[in-house]
Protein backbone atom coordinates (compact mmCIF):
# COMPACT_ATOMS: atom_id res chain seq x y z
CA UNK A 1 0.00 0.00 0.00
CA UNK A 2 0.71 3.86 -0.25
CA UNK A 3 0.61 4.34 3.48
CA UNK A 4 2.04 2.76 6.59
CA UNK A 5 -1.24 1.00 7.81
CA UNK A 6 -1.30 0.72 11.70
CA UNK A 7 -4.39 -1.56 13.86
CA UNK A 8 -5.64 -0.89 15.87
CA UNK A 9 -6.47 2.87 16.34
CA UNK A 10 -7.23 2.68 19.79
CA UNK A 11 -6.59 -0.34 22.27
CA UNK A 12 -7.27 -0.23 26.36
CA UNK A 13 -5.79 -2.94 28.19
CA UNK A 14 -6.37 -3.86 31.95
CA UNK A 15 -2.44 -3.08 34.32
CA UNK A 16 -0.82 -6.57 33.54
CA UNK A 17 -2.40 -7.67 30.55
CA UNK A 18 -0.73 -8.15 27.06
CA UNK A 19 -1.05 -5.57 24.06
CA UNK A 20 -0.39 -6.06 20.50
CA UNK A 21 0.46 -3.47 17.62
CA UNK A 22 0.18 -4.14 13.72
CA UNK A 23 2.04 -2.29 11.42
CA UNK A 24 2.17 -2.64 7.46
CA UNK A 25 4.79 -0.75 6.06
CA UNK A 26 4.72 0.72 2.65
CA UNK A 27 5.87 -1.68 0.14
CA UNK A 28 8.96 -1.82 -0.91
CA UNK A 29 10.30 -0.23 1.90
CA UNK A 30 13.03 -1.99 4.13
CA UNK A 31 13.40 -0.10 6.99
CA UNK A 32 10.45 -0.26 9.76
CA UNK A 33 11.00 1.78 13.68
CA UNK A 34 8.53 2.08 16.19
CA UNK A 35 8.37 5.10 18.26
CA UNK A 36 6.58 5.64 21.62
CA UNK A 37 5.03 8.85 22.33
CA UNK A 38 3.62 9.70 25.51
CA UNK A 39 1.88 13.37 26.61
CA UNK A 40 4.62 15.36 26.64
CA UNK A 41 5.01 14.88 22.92
CA UNK A 42 8.62 13.46 23.28
CA UNK A 43 9.43 10.92 20.89
CA UNK A 44 11.02 7.57 21.80
CA UNK A 45 13.02 4.84 19.50
CA UNK A 46 12.20 2.19 20.35
CA UNK A 47 13.18 -0.54 17.64
CA UNK A 48 14.25 -0.61 14.13
CA UNK A 49 13.91 -3.48 11.71
CA UNK A 50 15.90 -3.58 8.30
CA UNK A 51 13.44 -6.26 6.45
CA UNK A 52 12.73 -8.99 9.09
CA UNK A 53 16.32 -8.90 10.97
CA UNK A 54 16.55 -5.86 14.17
CA UNK A 55 18.65 -3.68 12.99
CA UNK A 56 18.56 -1.33 16.56
CA UNK A 57 17.24 -2.25 19.42
CA UNK A 58 18.58 0.22 22.12
CA UNK A 59 15.03 1.69 23.10
CA UNK A 60 13.52 -1.32 23.97
CA UNK A 61 12.39 -2.28 27.52
CA UNK A 62 13.22 -5.86 26.32
CA UNK A 63 12.01 -7.41 29.78
CA UNK A 64 8.65 -6.52 28.48
CA UNK A 65 8.42 -5.33 25.02
CA UNK A 66 9.14 -7.46 21.94
CA UNK A 67 8.83 -6.91 18.13
CA UNK A 68 8.86 -8.65 15.02
CA UNK A 69 9.07 -7.75 10.84
CA UNK A 70 8.55 -11.34 9.45
CA UNK A 71 8.12 -11.87 5.65
CA UNK A 72 4.42 -11.40 4.44
CA UNK A 73 3.23 -10.19 8.09
CA UNK A 74 2.53 -7.06 9.50
CA UNK A 75 5.17 -6.25 12.17
CA UNK A 76 4.00 -6.31 15.30
CA UNK A 77 4.96 -5.14 18.80
CA UNK A 78 3.70 -6.58 21.39
CA UNK A 79 3.72 -5.22 25.46
CA UNK A 80 3.47 -8.35 28.11
CA UNK A 81 2.28 -7.62 31.13
CA UNK A 82 0.97 -3.76 30.15
CA UNK A 83 1.87 -0.88 33.02
CA UNK A 84 0.02 2.42 33.56
CA UNK A 85 2.90 3.70 32.15
CA UNK A 86 2.91 2.61 28.98
CA UNK A 87 -0.14 4.28 27.90
CA UNK A 88 0.96 6.45 24.84
CA UNK A 89 0.75 6.61 21.36
CA UNK A 90 2.83 4.23 19.47
CA UNK A 91 4.10 5.18 16.02
CA UNK A 92 5.18 2.99 13.09
CA UNK A 93 7.24 4.30 9.96
CA UNK A 94 9.21 3.01 7.13
CA UNK A 95 11.35 4.02 5.09
CA UNK A 96 12.91 2.91 1.77
CA UNK A 97 16.42 3.31 2.27
CA UNK A 98 18.54 4.04 5.90
CA UNK A 99 18.95 8.32 6.11
CA UNK A 100 16.03 8.48 3.69
CA UNK A 101 12.36 10.48 4.57
CA UNK A 102 10.46 8.61 7.11
CA UNK A 103 6.52 8.23 6.54
CA UNK A 104 4.38 7.64 9.33
CA UNK A 105 0.87 5.51 10.14
CA UNK A 106 -1.45 7.11 12.05
CA UNK A 107 -0.55 5.76 15.51
CA UNK A 108 -2.15 3.27 18.03
CA UNK A 109 -3.30 4.82 21.01
CA UNK A 110 -2.99 2.52 23.85
CA UNK A 111 -4.58 3.52 27.28
CA UNK A 112 -3.57 0.92 30.07
CA UNK A 113 -6.52 1.23 32.99
CA UNK B 1 23.61 8.53 24.00
CA UNK B 2 22.93 11.11 21.46
CA UNK B 3 20.80 13.55 22.58
CA UNK B 4 18.95 16.99 19.94
CA UNK B 5 17.90 19.74 22.14
CA UNK B 6 15.14 22.22 20.61
CA UNK B 7 13.85 25.02 22.18
CA UNK B 8 11.69 27.10 22.16
CA UNK B 9 9.16 24.05 23.57
CA UNK B 10 6.59 26.11 23.10
CA UNK B 11 5.76 29.58 20.88
CA UNK B 12 2.68 31.32 20.51
CA UNK B 13 2.30 33.90 17.55
CA UNK B 14 -0.30 36.29 16.22
CA UNK B 15 -1.29 35.58 12.86
CA UNK B 16 1.19 37.11 10.32
CA UNK B 17 4.34 37.41 12.79
CA UNK B 18 7.33 34.82 12.04
CA UNK B 19 8.26 31.85 13.80
CA UNK B 20 11.99 29.99 14.10
CA UNK B 21 12.40 27.00 15.97
CA UNK B 22 15.98 25.92 17.08
CA UNK B 23 17.49 22.20 16.93
CA UNK B 24 20.95 21.53 18.92
CA UNK B 25 23.16 18.45 18.78
CA UNK B 26 26.13 17.95 20.71
CA UNK B 27 28.08 15.81 18.75
CA UNK B 28 27.84 16.07 14.77
CA UNK B 29 25.29 15.35 12.53
CA UNK B 30 25.40 13.13 9.63
CA UNK B 31 21.77 15.03 8.55
CA UNK B 32 19.01 15.91 9.91
CA UNK B 33 15.25 15.93 9.27
CA UNK B 34 12.16 18.04 10.34
CA UNK B 35 8.54 16.93 10.60
CA UNK B 36 5.22 18.67 11.45
CA UNK B 37 2.92 16.98 13.40
CA UNK B 38 -0.62 18.72 13.89
CA UNK B 39 -2.74 18.29 16.85
CA UNK B 40 -4.07 14.38 17.05
CA UNK B 41 -2.42 13.38 13.97
CA UNK B 42 1.24 11.57 12.95
CA UNK B 43 4.22 13.34 12.25
CA UNK B 44 4.33 14.40 8.09
CA UNK B 45 8.07 14.55 6.75
CA UNK B 46 8.69 18.32 5.31
CA UNK B 47 12.59 18.15 4.38
CA UNK B 48 15.75 16.79 5.11
CA UNK B 49 19.23 18.90 5.20
CA UNK B 50 22.53 16.73 4.24
CA UNK B 51 25.49 19.03 3.97
CA UNK B 52 26.94 21.84 6.10
CA UNK B 53 25.74 25.13 5.80
CA UNK B 54 23.27 23.95 3.40
CA UNK B 55 19.91 26.26 3.02
CA UNK B 56 16.43 24.86 1.56
CA UNK B 57 13.01 26.68 0.90
CA UNK B 58 9.80 25.80 1.10
CA UNK B 59 7.18 28.49 0.26
CA UNK B 60 7.40 30.25 3.55
CA UNK B 61 9.49 27.94 5.12
CA UNK B 62 13.01 28.47 5.61
CA UNK B 63 15.48 25.51 6.74
CA UNK B 64 19.07 25.83 7.90
CA UNK B 65 21.84 23.56 8.63
CA UNK B 66 25.11 24.87 10.57
CA UNK B 67 28.53 25.12 9.05
CA UNK B 68 29.45 22.52 11.83
CA UNK B 69 25.89 20.38 11.15
CA UNK B 70 25.27 20.87 14.91
CA UNK B 71 22.54 22.52 14.96
CA UNK B 72 19.69 23.46 12.72
CA UNK B 73 16.45 25.85 12.04
CA UNK B 74 13.40 26.12 10.43
CA UNK B 75 12.06 29.55 10.07
CA UNK B 76 8.29 30.21 9.14
CA UNK B 77 7.42 33.73 7.50
CA UNK B 78 3.93 35.30 7.95
CA UNK B 79 2.71 32.40 9.94
CA UNK B 80 -1.00 31.62 9.16
CA UNK B 81 -3.54 29.13 11.01
CA UNK B 82 -2.63 26.47 8.72
CA UNK B 83 0.93 26.19 10.39
CA UNK B 84 -0.29 25.03 14.06
CA UNK B 85 1.54 22.29 15.21
CA UNK B 86 4.74 20.77 16.68
CA UNK B 87 7.56 20.88 14.46
CA UNK B 88 10.28 18.45 15.19
CA UNK B 89 13.54 17.94 14.12
CA UNK B 90 15.44 14.37 13.97
CA UNK B 91 18.81 14.14 14.07
CA UNK B 92 20.97 11.81 11.97
CA UNK B 93 23.48 9.39 13.70
CA UNK B 94 24.96 7.35 11.02
CA UNK B 95 21.99 5.00 10.32
CA UNK B 96 19.75 6.21 13.19
CA UNK B 97 17.58 9.14 13.84
CA UNK B 98 17.30 10.94 17.07
CA UNK B 99 13.95 13.52 17.59
CA UNK B 100 14.01 16.66 19.23
CA UNK B 101 11.37 17.09 22.08
CA UNK B 102 9.30 19.39 19.43
CA UNK B 103 8.16 22.83 19.48
CA UNK B 104 4.63 23.36 19.58
CA UNK B 105 3.37 26.57 17.71
CA UNK B 106 0.06 28.21 17.97
CA UNK B 107 -1.06 30.61 15.55
CA UNK B 108 -3.37 33.36 16.54
CA UNK B 109 -5.94 34.51 14.71
Known amino acids: GEEVAQTPKHLVRGEGQKAKLYCAPI?????VFWYQQVLKNEFKFLISFQNENVFDETGMPKERFSAKCLPNSPCSLEIQATKLEDSAVYFCASSPLANTEAFFGQGTRLTVV | GQQVMQIPQYQHVQEGEDFTTYCNSSTTLSNIQWYKQRPGGHPVFLIQLVKSGEVKKQKRLTFQFGEAKKNSSLHITATQTTDVGTYFCAGGYGQNFVFGPGTRLSVLP
Open chain 1, 27 to 31: KGHSY
